[in-house]
């Protein structure tokens, strides 16, 4: 198994920082995850050994936290918020354009690996709502129009 | 990245330095910054929690409590290495404040981290933001490493002979780590799962040693009192209340953003003046004044002065700032619903009240939204959400229950409007289907 150097550096550097290993857990899973895609078995059983923990005291903490994923997304993890402040502006409007345009429902894949569509709980964009993450861009103050612009623009940094 | 907004009644000391280029250290430091921790580094500590106290802060995560007490709770002598840890899990949902103090003003929260830990004697701080705010992350862990190089954070900081470290830390996805026992499990790399109280975090928390946790806004505030003085600091806001808040106004309203105003600020004026009313030729119907969690207040209940104890007396919680405005083309029952399938989504399992209740109650709103509902389902509702408040380890179930209770107490006509098989009556032609994962 073998991660990137950056990946190594972050590691070397976060571990010392707390008083027991176990504590560099979940940061270290969503780097992990950032640099392979999901968490495979690979991944988790590497990490486990780093951490001095069993396989399943990791899946039991990437079972809790929503933005880990033990299955591989699209390259792009389109999040189009629909909680309140989103709802009353067209978030789930939003979510459903979405839906049609890559003609994929929650939580599942386009066929070509480019996009995954997720309606996920509140980002933290309220006061520029209605707003949605591409893995980790905000995109805020949005319209079915200006997400059309911005997909297409995923699409295209994504095939080159 | 988010827009920042003006308003002339705005009174600024936590965003004084928003739009200044402040992440930047040198910037920072022109901007008075690492001022007040120096003065705190010549104050005794319990001068530094009175201060604190004095000058009114409370909690600007929800709860409200009394920072300076907070802080006095902290034992002075342990065996174990205490800790500060700033809460950087904003999730509510119609807060985005902590963002931007984030973004813009990155090296108060960890000034505000260090003047604490000088207050209770902890040698390390934690900074823990939310998983999604990737980029809020990138720009804290550079403001601590130019701290570390300016040797402001570290051995000896300003010569004082005293070590203080600084870390960042990330979270993954959970609004539940929001809660302060469980925000420490997920820092010990855990589910984030409340502990029992007592022995409360003050004496028994992170790794087992004492731990004061805080707020972003509430840290971020503590340089300004310390460099300003108690006395001002409490004069800007009402009894008991003191200073400002980041209010967050989202929803039907014509200017949404962030305003800086001063507590107790009259709830009407910040709809009306500040947010520019609500657009569209609309009428006000609700607002949710301090996140999702608190109970709504009806248009003609906005007369109030937006500060911990009047929005309490008005039976409501100023809770995180977020202020959530709704007009008359929404539907509250499909309101209560998507608030309740956040709080479904969210509930850790751990306690039965909660995970049982907000399952249910999800599952009945959706089916009364539809419809399906029944006469009974509304006391049903009720009477559930009722018997979850306080019976769960940590607040969770309550920020369930109370807005449940509001909606169907407050606009249970429009409930009644959706018996019998009748369609919702504010559902747009060719709405969508909420996909409710």
Known sequence: MKFSEEFETRFAEMVPHYPTKRSALVPTLLYAQDEIGFLSDEVIAEIASRLDLTELEVRNVISYYSMLTTKPRGKFNVQVCTNISCMVRGGEELLQHCAKKLGIGHKQTTPDGLFTLEEVECIGACSWAPAAQVNYDFHENLTAEKMDRILDEYRKTGTQ | ?437
């Open chain 2, 1 to 437: 990245m988010a827009d920042l907004v003006f308003h002339p009644d705005e009174v600024k000391v936590v965003s004084r330095r928003f739009g200044l280029g402040a992440t930047n250290i040198d910037r920072y430091v022109e901007l008075d910054g690492y001022k007040a921790v120096q003065k705190a580094l010549a104050m005794e500590p319990d001068a530094i929690i009175a201060e604190v106290k004095n000058s009114g802060l409370r909690g600007r995560g929800g709860a409200g409590f009394s920072t300076g007490m907070k802080w006095s709770f902290v034992p002075k002598q342990s065996a174990k290495p205490k800790y500060v840890l700033c809460n950087g899990d904003e999730s509510e949902p119609g807060t985005c404040k902590d963002r931007l103090i984030f973004e813009h003003d990155p090296h108060s929260v960890i000034e505000g981290v260090m003047i604490g830990a000088l207050a209770v004697g902890a040698k390390s701080g934690y900074i823990y933001i939310r998983g999604e705010y990737r980029y809020l992350s990138i720009i804290m862990q550079k403001a601590i490493r130019d701290a570390y190089a300016k040797g402001f954070v570290g051995k000896n900081i300003f010569g004082s002979g005293r070590d203080l470290d600084i870390y960042w830390h990330g979270g993954a996805g959970a609004y539940e780590v929001g809660e302060e026992s469980a925000l420490m499990e997920s820092l010990e790399g855990k589910r984030g799962i409340p502990r029992i109280r007592p022995p409360f975090p003050a004496v028994v928390g992170l790794w087992g040693g004492p731990t004061v946790i805080n707020n972003a806004e509430t840290l971020a505030n503590v340089p300004h009192i310390i460099l300003g003085g108690a006395d001002w600091f409490a004069k800007l806001g009402t009894p008991k209340n003191g200073g400002t808040r980041l209010f967050c106004l989202s929803g039907n309203i014509a200017k949404p953003g962030v305003y800086e105003l001063p507590m107790g600020y009259n709830l009407r004026k910040m709809i009306y003046d500040v947010g520019g009313g609500i657009p569209n030729g609309r009428e006000l119907k609700a607002v949710v004044p301090g996140g999702a969690s608190c109970p709504c207040l009806t248009a003609d209940e906005i007369d109030v002065a937006m500060d911990f104890d009047s929005v309490q007396k008005a039976g409501s919680m100023l809770g995180s700032g977020g202020v959530v405005v709704v007009d008359d083309a929404q539907c509250i029952v499909k309101f209560a619903l998507r608030t309740m399938k956040f709080y479904q989504h969210e509930s850790c399992g751990w306690c039965i009240p909660c995970r049982e209740g907000t399952d249910w109650l999800k599952k009945t709103l959706i089916r009364f939204h539809a419809g399906g509902g029944v006469k009974k389902d509304i006391d049903n509702m009720q009477y559930l959400a009722e018997n979850m408040l306080g019976r769960t380890f940590c607040p969770l179930g309550d920020a369930a229950a109370m807005p449940t209770i509001a909606f169907v107490k407050k606009f249970r006509k429009e409930f009644e409007e959706h018996l019998e098989g009748r369609p919702c009556p504010f559902e747009k032609e060719n709405a969508a289907e909420p996909v409710l994962a």
